[in-house]
């Protein structure tokens, strides 16, 4: 008899798994982290989702300047050092779950998509706060 075995990726396995931080968002901004990394792929795909999706209330470059033009209140800015402080996986949860006026987009962005936004909010904030490192 044969023995199959199965080797399965991180990202691959956290798509199985069950979203456990339903309300907890102090639980999710600790034990969650991010399973993919900012590759360019990755990058591409959250800066398409962001401006579909966040940057109507965020801004494009996450400033807080609605393209909505009164329609809704502003969302905030994200490069606040209260935003820039919190952990990728307190950043999933606000979009996973929403916040304030800010709906869930559970349903409408995928897991990895979500992921792809917050890797893609990072970029944002290092450009708008780069450091002499970031410049080399």
């Known amino acids: ?3 199959e075995i199965y080797t399965l990726s991180l990202p691959t396995l956290f798509r199985s798994m069950p979203y456990m931080f339903d309300k907890n968002p ?3 901004a600790v034990d969650m982290t991010n399973p993919y990394p ?3 792929a990755n990058l591409i795909l959250g800066k398409r989702k962001y ?3 966040c940057s109507p209330c965020h801004g494009d470059i996450g400033d807080g300047t609605s393209r909505l033009k009164g329609q809704f209140p502003p969302g905030p800015t994200l490069h606040s050092d209260k935003v820039m402080s919190w952990s990728d996986g307190r950043i999933y949860y ?3 779950e929403g916040q304030n006026v800010m709906p869930s987009y559970a349903k409408t962005v995928t ?3 979500r992921w792809a936004i917050v890797n893609y909010i990072r970029v944002l904030q290092r ?3 780069a450091k002499a490192e970031d410049m080399q």
């Open 127 to 129: 450009a708008m706060d």
């Open 1 to 3: 008899a044969t023995t």
């Open 26 to 28: 102090d639980s999710a």
């Open 94 to 96: 606000v979009i996973t």
């Open 111 to 113: 897991r990895k998509e």
């Open 51 to 53: 401006l579909t999706y």
């Open 38 to 40: 900012a590759t360019e």
